[in-house]
């Protein structure tokens, strides 16, 4: 059985945007701010040492409920028993992933155009990251961002729960958030913040407000 998870508030790490700090620091302050889930990003560590911070982040996360997914990196999910992966389009196919992996799993994959959608909507996967919505130096790769209106095709198209990265921060999430997407997905506005804690909680109370506000 799947871990059930939320999208609200999902953190990636990058090391190199958290001005020095431990990753397992910005993590555990990010949790207590009200972040839902994590994914650990790493570029540049080795595989022995990617596995041994991964260990330690997901003893406190399991700690706290909140589930861990690996990016790119199924081998290492599988070494430490990681809640699930997420995937580029240039990574692993999801299938062999699922397969791999097996079905209790979570898997995301990142959508960047919206002819992507028409099989991650007949995969089996959890969740889609609609990616970039804004231009962002953690996309270099991506010269131009989806914007609102892309982000919200992609999100109104899909068969499986979205959240929205990419130069997302306090002064955006609001509009990102009304394009429907489940949730939002943060990197240096968290892990470059000079109080992680402080600016979860911020863009947390924000989302809750939203979400509230498209209940009524």
């Known amino acids: 059985m799947r871990k059930p998870f939320k999208l609200d508030l999902y953190l990636v790490t990058d090391r190199d945007l958290s001005l020095g700090r431990p990753l397992r620091e910005i993590v555990e302050k990010a949790v207590k701010g009200g972040v839902t889930m994590v994914q650990l990003r790493e570029k540049s560590a080795s595989t022995r040492d990617f596995i041994q911070e991964a260990l330690e982040i997901k003893s406190f996360l399991r700690h706290h409920g909140i589930p861990l997914v690996i990016n790119d ?16 389009q240039s990574d692993m196919h999801w299938e062999m992933a699922r ?12 959508i960047e155009k919206e002819k992507q959608l028409k099989e991650a909507n007949e995969a089996d996967i959890d969740y889609i990251g609609i990616s970039p919505v804004f231009t962002t130096p953690t996309k270099k790769e991506l010269e131009k961002g989806l ?14 729960l979205s959240v929205a990265i990419g130069g997302i921060n306090l002064s955006n999430v609001t509009d990102v958030l009304r394009t429907g997407t489940n949730g939002v997905s943060v990197v240096s506005a968290i892990c470059s913040a000079e109080d992680a804690e402080a600016a979860a909680r911020a863009l947390a109370e924000v989302i809750k407000q939203v979400k509230q506000e498209s209940r009524l």
């Open 99 to 110: 397969r791999l992996l097996g079905p209790d799993k979570i898997i995301g994959l990142s």
């Open 73 to 88: 990196r199924v081998d290492v999910a599988l070494a430490i028993d990681a809640d699930g992966v997420h995937l580029g």
């Open 147 to 160: 914007g609102l209106k892309g982000t919200s095709e992609i999100a109104h198209n899909s068969k499986h």
